[in-house]
């Protein structure tokens, strides 16, 4: 009798997913007078670089100042720099100062080394380091501040490299 009921669990719960996808299969409902339907969002493919650009930033960063070393656009796709947690940050805004995008790379002024042996783990500082980023391309983004500490150590201006390689071959970068 207990196999009975455990064979009938089984398959219930083997089966339960195949009648989920028959429900999502089935025709949707007509849509209201006049509403336009909706039109899924087009698939981006990460793994296809021709689909997407991103904007290469380099710095060397001290714990007073970041200058620019490198700035183009490429294509590809940029790597998601959210959530580390440490003092390093990249605050994207527009003409007005508005926050576009915050992103939070690893601090490039801690160095994580291991002590074999000692057995353990230590971050000691440097003096300066070259870090590069690539950030996502916004076309109303103006510039970039680079946070370190709660503090701006420095302003990148990014929105005339942005105009200047709208629908130029990529990479594009300006002098």
């Given at each position: 009798?207990?196999?009975?009921?455990?064979?009938t669990?089984?398959?219930?719960?083997?089966?339960?997913?195949?009648?989920?996808?028959?429900?999502?299969?089935?025709?949707?409902?007509?849509?209201?007078a006049?509403?336009?339907?909706?039109?899924?969002?087009?698939?981006?493919?990460?793994a296809d670089?021709?689909?997407?650009?991103?904007?290469?930033?380099?710095?060397?960063?001290?714990?007073?100042?970041?200058t620019?070393?490198?700035l183009?656009?490429d294509?590809?796709?940029?790597?998601?720099?959210r959530?580390?947690g440490?003092?390093?940050?990249l605050v994207?805004?527009d003409?007005?100062g508005?926050?576009?995008?915050?992103?939070?790379?690893?601090?490039p002024?801690?160095?994580?080394?291991y002590?074999?042996?000692?057995?353990?783990?230590?971050?000691?500082?440097v003096?300066?380091?070259?870090v590069?980023?690539?950030?996502p391309?916004?076309?109303?983004?103006?510039?970039?501040?680079?946070?370190?500490?709660?503090?701006?150590?420095?302003?990148?201006d990014?929105?005339?490299?942005?105009r200047?390689?709208?629908?130029?071959?990529?990479?594009?970068a300006?002098s």
């Amino acid at each position: 009798m207990l196999n009975r009921r455990l064979r009938t669990l089984v398959v219930a719960a083997l089966a339960l997913p195949f009648l989920g996808a028959v429900e999502v299969a089935s025709p949707a409902a007509p849509t209201a007078a006049g509403a336009a339907p909706v039109v899924p969002a087009p698939t981006v493919d990460p793994a296809d670089p021709t689909t997407g650009t991103h904007l290469r930033l380099g710095l060397r960063v001290s714990a007073r100042s970041a200058t620019p070393n490198l700035l183009e656009i490429d294509s590809g796709f940029a790597s998601s720099l959210r959530d580390s947690g440490g003092p390093f940050q990249l605050v994207v805004r527009d003409a007005a100062g508005t926050v576009l995008d915050t992103l939070t790379p690893d601090d490039p002024l801690a160095v994580r080394v291991y002590d074999s042996k000692r057995n353990a783990h230590d971050t000691p500082r440097v003096k300066d380091a070259d870090v590069v980023v690539d950030l996502p391309v916004v076309d109303t983004a103006a510039v970039v501040d680079v946070v370190l500490a709660d503090r701006r150590i420095g302003r990148v201006d990014i929105g005339s490299l942005i105009r200047a390689c709208q629908g130029a071959p990529l990479p594009c970068a300006t002098s």
